[in-house]
């Protein structure tokens, strides 16, 4: 597709309960990220991947959250056992991520996450 | 200290003002450098990059000064719909991890 794709775009379960959030990225790039942005507040970085390898997972909040990347493009983050603290907007981006380091990013439309 | 530092205002100026922000880094080995934009409940959007020697897109002008690890961006003649969260960017070292700022509020008003 033409931009980052993410979905669903809101998701309302129970406490508890396992959740999975899809991220699609801009076809040929290599890097991607996923930040979590609770109302009113700035971007928490969570994981970033290049390629299938994640560099760095210094952002996931517990041992409850995890993420995998597929051959070089779709991603899925995973939250299991649900807490209410988890609502936010999960946000993906992805960027050219060869070359000079630090390609800007580009985001998808998030999934706004909601925990009854 | 933070990584990225920006004053998260609000800044509330009237149309047709020029106004700045400024935005401190705390890595000197960063190389990148961006401006983002985002409007409320919306995913952030690249505004500009940012380049050692100054850059200018019509009515927007970054800035960078690696001496003192600071980026500004300048908007001169402010319309409405320049009221958004301007967010600061940096990569982070020789990776390509980027870390956003907390954001700087405008709001333009008539």
């Known amino acids: 597709g033409a931009g980052v794709s993410q979905s669903p775009s809101n998701k309302v379960t129970e406490k508890g309960k396992d959740v999975e959030l899809r991220c699609d990225p801009i076809s040929g790039h290599t890097a991607l990220y996923w930040y979590r942005q609770s109302l009113g507040q700035g971007l928490e970085f969570l994981i970033y991947?290049?390629?299938?390898?994640?560099?760095?997972k210094s952002g996931l909040p517990s041992d409850r959250f995890s993420a995998e990347r597929t051959g070089g493009s779709v991603s899925t983050l995973t939250i299991q056992r649900t807490q209410q603290e988890d609502s936010a907007v999960y946000l993906c981006a992805s960027s050219l991520g060869r070359g000079r380091f630090g390609q800007p990013q580009h985001f998808g439309d998030g999934t706004r996450l909601s925990i009854l | 200290r933070k990584e990225v530092e920006q004053d998260p205002g609000p800044f509330n100026v009237p149309e047709g003002a020029t106004v700045a922000f400024n935005c401190t880094y705390s890595?000197?080995?960063?190389?990148?450098f961006f401006w983002y934009r985002q409007d409320c409940r919306k995913e952030p959007k690249l505004l500009m990059s940012v380049y050692s020697s100054g850059n200018e897109d019509g009515r927007f002008t970054a800035q960078l000064n690696r001496a003192s690890q600071y980026i500004s961006l300048l908007i001169r003649d402010s319309k409405l719909s320049d009221s958004a969260t301007y967010l600061c960017v940096v990569n982070i070292g020789h990776t390509d991890k980027l870390i956003f700022g907390t954001g700087t509020r405008l709001q333009v008003f008539p």
């Open positions: 890595n000197s080995a960063s190389q990148s």
């Open positions: 991947f290049q390629g299938n390898s994640a560099p760095d």
